[in-house]
């Protein structure tokens, strides 16, 4: 498939998947797929990480799901979820963690459906 066949969602970094898929839709749904059947399960992690109060099992749950953020163009999360990987060896509890933890979970909440919409377009275009 040529790369002008699918565009991704504005609210995604389209430029970046371009690069990395190069127009190969059907690796590009591999991947999209793969985040949407596993991104419940990293924020399992995540929550319970916190929940914990444990901010060194935050830190390293936080550290795994970093990059799969990348591979579905969310890359403006990415840097919140570095910016709280940090904070994480500098702050004495989760508690301090709140503000930007919230603010992470709700960007990614409302970022989920657009990853699930491109998926749709995406098998629509290799089927």
Partial sequence: MSATSFVFS?????????????????HAEVVFEK????????????????ESGNTEVLRKSVHKFKPVLSFVGLTRLMDSAAAIEKKCGTVPDVASLATDYTAFKNDLAEMIPVVENDLIKLKALTQ
């Fill in 35 to 50: 985040f949407v059947t596993s991104v419940k399960i990293y924020l399992g992690e995540i929550e319970s990480a916190y």
């Fill in 10 to 26: 504005d609210k995604l970094d389209g430029q970046f998947l371009e690069s990395i898929y190069e127009g190969d839709c059907e």
